[in-house]
């Protein structure tokens, strides 16, 4: 196991603390658009629809359910020998924290128009802030790391083991009572060009070299 001088990966950037006030608003945004995607009710990311059948089941809040597998995440990045960052451990408590409160303070929707529109933003909010979050370069979150982890471990393409884990705990989730619908289907096929676009828009890696 590594030692403390070897646990998180440390920037070097003399623009470190821009690039922790992008990280911030992007993991601010992240947890902003997954609880709109919630309020929709038409269907979740494959993660969040593991995250609400737990939910469902237990009575804890969603939100608190993703700080929790993110923490359970982290474990599996012992044996992957993955090194986590300040991002990642921002990631895992303040996604799900964000979640909570959006969730606490906005009353679900009951018009259709409305929750199209929450599920759209959802999706398209999630795209924005996961280039923001990545392009900080301060460390991969949790899940993220943990299919960088098994791709370079097991040499499988990272898109294999994306696919792999997220049909895993979508199967899962959905069997617990998660929501899968039409946002679900909608964030699978726009999530990739989104982080395409997003993440070398907000690439703070390149700049600050």
Known sequence: MPGPATLFERPTSERLPSRLVQLILGLFLYGASSALLVLGGLGLEPWNVFHQGLSRHTGIAIG?????????????????????????????????????????????????????????????????????????????????????????????????ARWSVEAAVLAIGWLLGGTVGLGTLLYALLIGPLAHFFVPFFDRTRSAS
């Open 64 to 160: 608190t359910w993703a700080i929790i597998a993110s923490a359970g995440v982290l474990m599996f990045w012992i044996p992957l020998r993955q090194r986590p960052g300040v991002g990642t451990i921002a990631n895992a408590i303040l996604v799900g924290a964000v979640m909570d409160l959006v969730l606490w303070l906005v009353a679900t929707p009951h018009n259709l128009a409305t929750r199209i529109a929450c599920m759209v933003g959802g999706v398209l909010l999630n795209g924005v802030a996961t280039g923001a979050y990545i392009g900080a370069g301060l460390g991969p979150g949790p899940r993220d790391g943990l299919m960088l982890g098994i791709s370079r471990r097991t040499g499988i393409s990272i898109r294999v």
